[in-house]
């Protein structure tokens, strides 16, 4: 399959080039997995054996990322699982980005306060700059602008958890998601991932100002943050929980529409109960 539209990303280093030795397979690249390292450098990925197609390393004095890259854009990298017999992976049009840093709690707690990146709590700049790649990936290649799956946090991402899709689905599936979703694979990063943020940045988010909660999320970000429920278990009191037993932010507002809209009717019947107890209690009276 011929490759199309710009190969290498703007600003980004190939001192790491591992194309050379892996020629990988020419494809049309759609998806885009998300991963962490779990480290705080780039890593050797055993000399481009399990590399993916690009790295992007905190600076922090700058506060920006500052990009590796493996392999040509629409050419596949090495940094999944796949399995004999089962669907493609790292071939099966997808473009892997690694970013330096960790989605594991217990590690963000043990580096304390070495600099790096936490996914749950990215700053604004990485945000940012991940937004930016993803742009580019949709302006010059078609990468959607879109998720559709929910970014489930580490460790409970790990494994055959409820989010990694079975096969037809990844089959078919483009746009953004992390490895934790991609079949015949266990790992769980990049954990809790603020996918919405970053694609809501990419589709042209300004940040207009920093919220009171955290000073690295603007109001958008809470915004998208809030109300990021998509695939979510329907809670106890869901009406129509056996109906629709994932629910999205839409349901919660249906949901309280639909009990807002029926309280007329049940004022209405109230007035009319108490209306004819009012009339039983005077009929009452006259005939003591």
Request: one cysteine or more; hydrophobic letters at 40%; a neutral charge.
């Given at each position: 399959m011929a490759k199309s539209g710009p190969q290498r990303y703007p600003g980004a280093s190939?001192?790491?080039w591992h194309q050379s030795r892996y020629g990988g397979s020419a494809m049309e690249s759609n998806v885009v997995v998300w991963h962490t390292?779990?480290?705080?450098s780039v890593p050797s990925y055993g000399g481009g054996a399990s590399a993916p197609n690009f790295t992007a390393k905190p600076?922090?004095?700058?506060?920006?990322?500052?990009?590796?890259?493996h392999f040509d854009f629409d050419v596949s990298s090495r940094a999944l699982v796949n399995k004999a017999g089962g669907v493609e992976t790292n071939t099966l049009n997808v473009v892997q980005v690694e970013i330096v840093g960790t989605c594991d709690p217990a590690t963000h707690k043990k580096w304390g306060k070495t600099p790096h990146l936490y996914t749950p709590d990215l700053p604004d700049w990485a945000v940012r700059d991940l937004a930016a790649f993803a742009k580019w990936a949709h302006d010059h290649?078609?990468?959607?602008?879109?998720?559709?799956?929910?970014?489930?946090?580490?460790?409970?991402?790990?494994?055959?958890?409820?989010?990694?899709m079975?096969?037809?689905?990844?089959?078919?599936?483009?746009?953004?998601?992390?490895?934790?979703?991609?079949?015949?694979?266990?790992?769980?990063?990049?954990?809790?991932?603020?996918?919405?943020?970053?694609?809501?940045?990419?589709k042209g988010y300004t940040p207009t100002s920093p919220s009171k909660e955290d000073p690295d999320m603007d109001k958008g970000?809470?915004?998208?943050?809030?109300?990021?429920?998509?695939g979510l278990p329907a809670p106890e009191f869901a009406p129509d929980v056996k109906k629709n037993p994932k629910w999205t932010?839409?349901?919660?507002?249906?949901?309280?529409?639909?009990?807002?809209?029926?309280l007329p009717a049940a004022l209405s019947d109230?007035?009319?109960?108490?209306?004819?107890?009012?009339?039983?209690?005077?009929?009452l009276k006259k005939e003591s």
């Open positions: 190939t001192a790491y390292t779990e480290g705080t600076d922090f004095a700058a506060k920006r990322l500052v990009w590796y890259q290649h078609g990468v959607p602008l879109t998720s559709g799956v929910t970014f489930k946090a580490y460790p409970s991402s790990y494994g055959a958890s409820s989010v990694r079975p096969g037809a689905k990844w089959s078919s599936f483009r746009g953004h998601c992390g490895h934790q979703h991609v079949p015949e694979n266990d790992h769980g990063d990049p954990g809790l991932l603020p996918m919405a943020a970053i694609l809501a940045r990419a970000d809470v915004f998208n943050a809030t109300w990021d429920t998509d932010a839409s349901s919660y507002i249906r949901s309280i529409y639909n009990a807002v809209a029926g109230l007035r009319k109960d108490v209306a004819a107890l009012r009339a039983d209690v005077a009929a």
